[in-house]
């Protein structure tokens, strides 16, 4: 299991989701929108599942010129 998170759109600072999920669980909720409350400001903010990503994803960049 994976946690999720998302981008605050008022601070742009990385906030957890809460919730814990894995490959199949994320393809199956690709089309939801989540309300999440945002620990960075404090407001419940609507997004995506597609706005959100894994823990990891962004710190472990691939080079697209191998693939």
């Not at 981008?7 to 957890?16: E, G, K, M, N, S």
């Not at 960075?40 to 191998?66: D, F």
Request: glycine share 6%.
């Amino acid at each position: 299991m994976s946690s999720l998170f998302f981008t605050c759109p008022t601070t742009h600072q990385q906030a957890p989701t809460g919730i814990e999920t894995d490959v199949q669980s994320l393809r199956a909720a690709w089309r939801a929108t989540l309300n999440v409350k945002c620990p960075h400001c404090g407001e419940v903010h609507q997004i995506s599942v597609r706005e959100t990503y894994t823990n990891g994803a962004l710190k472990r960049p691939i080079s697209l010129g191998h693939l």
